[in-house]
């Protein structure tokens, strides 16, 4: 080994540590805070990010970006307490994680990044809106009402009973944790770039109370051994109800795109190893096996701890599985310090991720040069408003493909009047989509003449086309009073149904 590479060892090695410590301080309070809103135990958020930064920073996969539970799941898991328990959830995240790992060893991690950036953006934004109205609820004292949208049309009457000193004190420490979210990155000096905004939100906001004896509610703490529940072969059962295994696509789909599309981001950032997207879908079901087996919160890649790991110099795993190592330790040494914390703060810090997750800035430039995409992604998020989480991203998707379908399936219909005939050539792909349009044309034209139909310049002909295609020929070829007869032919293309390849004829 060469004197420069002992050299290196040490410096990157000290830039590890130093990274670590940056994202295990941005970790606790949003570990916490994710943990609260998804309604169940605060420690479970730490064991969550302990697993991320132990177990999943310790395999191959991605080479910088942090795992833990993140903000885009959350609703998703509010919603599954909500219906089947937090008994339920263990199992869910366990069948995630096996369902993670199978598709991660047959090559399906690649594909994942096959969904549309419209889809995407879109389930982010679906996700920061529904999860900025439920805070709203506990930033002011409240319990919310339910779901998205109940949540929403709830809102009007939650600011029009705004009372007491409870809920004043509430909303105020909330308000005030937003603020230092928005302002800490602006204020002069070195501070702000040596302690990350969250945790100094938390901070002040969790001494404020102390000092002024504010009426606000605080974290309920269980303790680390009594928050978790080990998942037994007796939970299997609960498999078999349909909606359980609607939440366990939900958090597969969910969880394995947002990793994935983590990764792609995070490697923009650094000029290390690059993502290996199979093995990386694999990293994440083990983890998420591991958080099923004790009943913890589900797993991702979390992009921002990602990048607070990359921007403060990490060069290596090590930074990620120190960071487990810190988590571990204050969640072993200093579980009481979570009871001090006010949910009001943490619901601010959730109101401030949520309000990040919404693509504001982007969606008016897409708007004006890529107005499908913005459309998809309008229709997703308001979907998942209305409906949930898995229902709006299936719609999302669904749209995305037919207009997909519809761009990809544009077609061209020249008409020629020679000689004795009309002749119609059509040219690009004519598709069930295209029907309308091609049959509307074809019925316009004179009936006097025959017609020829010249599809030798078609790149594609599905079946629902061809099929309306010789319909049309029968029709107009055999009738008995038209004099004289349509001559309408489908040339040699014809017998290129359902193929990619050009049509000569």
Not at 246 to 268: H, K, M, P, Q, Y
Not at 473 to 500: D, I, K, Y
Request: proline share 5%; hydrophobic share 50%.
């Amino acid at each position: 080994m060469s004197s420069t590479q002992l050299r290196l060892r040490p410096q990157a090695l000290s830039r590890d540590v130093l990274a670590s410590v940056v994202v295990f301080l941005v970790a606790v309070p949003l570990c916490v805070g994710i943990a609260v809103a998804s309604g169940v135990p605060a420690e479970l958020g730490l064991v969550t990010g302990i697993v991320g930064g132990l177990l999943v920073g310790a395999m191959p996969g991605s080479s910088l970006q942090v795992s833990g539970p993140a903000a885009g799941l959350t609703v998703l898991v509010y919603e599954a307490v909500t219906s089947h328990g937090v008994a339920a959830l263990g199992i869910i995240v366990l069948t995630t994680g096996f369902l993670q790992v199978g598709l991660g060893l047959v090559g399906f991690g690649r594909w994942f990044r096959a969904i549309s950036t419209a889809v995407v953006h879109g389930m982010l934004a679906g996700i920061g809106l529904v999860l900025i109205c439920g805070q709203l609820y506990a930033l002011a004292g409240a319990d919310a009402p339910g779901n998205g949208l109940d949540n929403l049309s709830g809102l009007p009457h939650l600011f029009t009973h705004i009372g007491g000193a409870a809920s004043l004190s509430s909303c105020a420490i909330g308000t005030a944790t937003i603020v230092v979210l928005v302002l800490w990155k602006r204020l002069p000096g070195r501070l702000p770039r040596m302690i990350p905004g969250p945790l100094a939100a938390v901070g002040l906001a969790t001494v404020a109370v102390a000092l002024l004896d504010l009426p606000v509610a605080t974290i309920e703490v269980r303790g680390l051994v009594d928050s978790l529940r080990l998942t037994g072969l007796d939970d299997f059962a609960l498999l078999v109800n349909p909606a359980v295994l609607g939440v366990v696509a939900a958090f597969t789909l969910i969880a394995s795109a947002e990793s994935l599309f983590s990764a792609a981001a995070v490697d923009r950032m650094h000029d290390g190893p690059r993502t290996h997207y199979n093995k990386e879908l694999i990293a994440q079901g083990a983890g998420n096996t591991v958080c099923g087996l004790v009943g913890a919160l589900p797993m991702t890649a979390v992009i921002v701890r990602s990048a607070a790991n990359v921007q403060a110099g990490a060069r290596t795993k090590a930074s990620r599985i120190l960071h487990g190592v810190w988590l571990l330790l204050f969640a072993a040494l200093f579980p009481a310090v979570l009871g001090l914390i006010p949910v009001a703060t943490l619901a601010g810090v959730l109101i401030h991720a949520g309000a990040k997750l919404i693509p504001v800035a982007m969606f008016r430039p897409l708007w004006r040069d890529h107005r499908g995409e913005a459309v998809v992604l309008a229709v997703t998020a308001g979907a998942i408003i209305l409906t949930d989480l898995f229902m709006g991203v299936l719609l999302g998707i669904g749209m995305a493909l037919v207009k997909s379908a519809w761009e990809t399936s544009a077609v061209r219909l020249d008409v020629a009047e020679l000689d004795d005939r009309t002749t119609v050539t059509l040219s690009g792909s004519a598709t069930f989509l295209r029907l309308p349009l091609i049959l509307d044309t074809l019925e316009a034209l004179p009936k006097d003449r025959p017609v020829r139909l010249d599809l030798s310049r078609l790149r594609y002909l599905d079946h629902a086309c061809r099929t309306a295609l010789e319909a049309w020929s029968t029709q107009h070829a055999t009738r008995p009073q038209e004099a004289p007869p349509h001559e309408a032919v489908l040339t040699a293309a014809a017998e290129g149904e359902g193929s990619s390849r050009p049509a000569s004829g």
